[in-house]
């Protein structure tokens, strides 16, 4: 169980390539020393499984694809590197993560860039901070994954603890090429998020089989840049947010967000989102925003300037609804057969009716079928 490091570029199984002449093995780390080592077996180690793959230095594994890396961990710690290059489809049999710097404007710092329909059996984790001053939504990239081409699967959770960085970044263009993450999805960085979609990155479809959460001062779950649409995020848990705004449900134009569990961040969508399960955090629907509530509760506040809410069942515990209009632009209201708006025995709950400024656009409710919606629930929460 020892670091085996490479000594010179070369072939992974070549004994020329690592000090003491021996390739790593079972149990063993492979410090890449910056260097750049190819993989010219179809999985390694030959057998057994390492305990990581890192990059003192810098320094870059070679991965053709088809091949497989069995490793508990494959570990970039070295900034402005990316500890695997894999040119095709892949299997790492471990976790993948960052913990190194992004401290220029334009640098590249990140374990992997995929190339191919991609398989990751444990976590996607980042720790490493952007410092270069680009932000965000710069152009600098500080993760641990980027999906670029082909399609993913990440058996283990998704989670950043780095500042102004993020653990995935999803650049993909093609709605056939999907993201699907086993575990949860946070960030705890200041200003970091979970997932990027840079500009570039559309019609994206990723499932979530956990939570989303933020609790990293200023920080996001998900984060888009300005051009993006035409993506889904199905989250099968639930949605929470510690600290300020950016952490809230806030979809771009075209883009579908399904909260499958509870939702106790606040909702502010230019898209499209579903919640099957209760909603606490404040609601606001502005620029034709569409909030879908299945499971019927809203018990946070609600305010609606020409967007749609469509709900079902009893919407309200202590609920506080404002519904304005705005422009001449009307919001909507709309209730299932049989939806109550008033409980009786609340005294806090309360309705106000706003036509806002802009001459009129007075709001207006009406009654609707369930089937009138394109996305029926495949189950309600509880």
């Given at each position: 169980?020892?670091?085996?490091?490479?000594?010179?570029?070369?072939?992974?199984?070549?004994?020329?390539?690592?000090?003491?002449?021996?390739?790593p093995g079972n149990?063993?780390?492979?410090?890449?020393?910056?260097?750049?080592?190819?993989?010219?077996?179809?999985?390694?180690?030959?057998?057994?499984?390492?305990?990581?793959?890192?990059?003192?230095?810098?320094?870059?594994?070679?991965?053709?694809?088809?091949?497989?890396?069995?490793?508990?961990?494959?570990?970039?710690?070295?900034?402005?590197?990316?500890?695997?290059?894999?040119?095709?489809?892949?299997?790492?049999?471990?976790?993948?993560?960052?913990?190194?710097?992004?401290?220029?404007?334009?640098?590249?710092?990140?374990?992997?860039?995929?190339?191919?329909?991609?398989?990751?059996?444990?976590?996607?984790?980042?720790?490493?901070?952007?410092?270069?001053?680009?932000?965000?939504?710069?152009?600098?990239?500080?993760?641990?994954?980027?999906q670029q081409v082909g399609?993913?699967?990440?058996?283990?959770?998704?989670?950043?603890?780095?500042?102004?960085?993020?653990?995935?970044?999803?650049?993909?263009?093609?709605?056939?090429?999907?993201?699907?993450?086993?575990?949860?999805?946070?960030?705890?960085?200041?200003?970091?998020?979970?997932?990027?979609?840079?500009?570039?990155?559309?019609?994206?479809?990723?499932?979530?089989?956990?939570?989303?959460?933020?609790?990293?001062?200023?920080?996001?779950?998900?984060?888009?840049?300005?051009?993006?649409?035409?993506?889904?995020?199905?989250?099968?848990?639930?949605?929470?947010?510690?600290?300020?705004?950016?952490?809230?449900?806030?979809?771009?134009?075209?883009?579908?967000?399904?909260?499958?569990?509870?939702?106790?961040?606040?909702?502010?969508?230019?898209?499209?989102?579903?919640?099957?399960?209760?909603?606490?955090?404040?609601?606001?629907?502005?620029?034709?925003?569409?909030?879908?509530?299945?499971?019927?509760?809203?018990?946070?506040?609600?305010?609606?300037?020409?967007?749609?809410?469509?709900?079902?069942?009893?919407?309200?515990?202590?609920?506080?609804?404002?519904?304005?209009?705005?422009?001449?632009?009307?919001?909507?209201?709309?209730?299932?057969?049989?939806?109550?708006?008033?409980?009786?025995?609340?005294?806090?709950?309360?309705?106000?009716?706003?036509?806002?400024?802009?001459?009129?656009?007075?709001?207006?409710?009406?009654?609707?079928?369930?089937?009138?919606?394109?996305?029926?629930?495949?189950?309600?929460?509880?």
């Amino acid at each position: 169980m020892a670091t085996i490091t490479a000594k010179a570029d070369g072939n992974w199984s070549s004994a020329g390539t690592w000090n003491g002449g021996v390739a790593p093995g079972n149990g063993d780390t492979a410090d890449l020393n910056n260097h750049s080592v190819t993989q010219d077996i179809a999985t390694i180690p030959a057998s057994g499984t390492l305990l990581a793959i890192q990059n003192t230095g810098g320094g870059t594994l070679n991965v053709p694809g088809g091949y497989t890396i069995n490793a508990t961990n494959v570990s970039n710690i070295a900034d402005n590197a990316q500890v695997l290059t894999a040119s095709g489809a892949i299997i790492i049999n471990g976790s993948v993560n960052n913990t190194a710097a992004a401290a220029v404007s334009g640098d590249t710092t990140l374990a992997l860039l995929t190339a191919g329909n991609t398989i990751i059996s444990g976590s996607v984790i980042n720790s490493g901070n952007n410092t270069s001053g680009d932000g965000i939504a710069g152009n600098t990239t500080c993760c641990a994954v980027a999906q670029q081409v082909g399609s993913l699967a990440i058996g283990g959770s998704v989670s950043n603890s780095g500042s102004t960085a993020w653990g995935l970044e999803s650049v993909i263009q093609d709605p056939k090429q999907t993201c699907s993450i086993g575990g949860n999805i946070s960030n705890s960085g200041n200003g970091g998020a979970a997932i990027r979609f840079p500009q570039g990155s559309e019609s994206n479809m990723i499932t979530v089989g956990g939570n989303a959460s933020n609790t990293g001062t200023n920080g996001y779950v998900t984060v888009f840049d300005s051009s993006y649409h035409g993506g889904v995020i199905d989250i099968s848990g639930n949605w929470s947010n510690s600290t300020g705004t950016n952490g809230n449900v806030n979809t771009p134009n075209g883009n579908l967000v399904i909260i499958r569990g509870n939702c106790s961040a606040a909702i502010t969508p230019l898209g499209y989102v579903i919640v099957l399960g209760t909603i606490t955090g404040a609601v606001t629907l502005a620029n034709y925003g569409v909030l879908f509530s299945y499971a019927g509760k809203l018990q946070g506040t609600f305010a609606n300037t020409y967007g749609l809410w469509c709900c079902w069942g009893n919407p309200t515990t202590n609920a506080s609804w404002i519904a304005a209009g705005s422009g001449g632009q009307a919001s909507t209201i709309r209730l299932a057969p049989g939806a109550s708006i008033f409980k009786v025995g609340l005294s806090t709950v309360q309705l106000s009716v706003d036509g806002g400024g802009g001459g009129g656009g007075y709001p207006y409710f009406d009654s609707w079928s369930p089937n009138d919606t394109p996305f029926p629930p495949s189950s309600t929460a509880s």
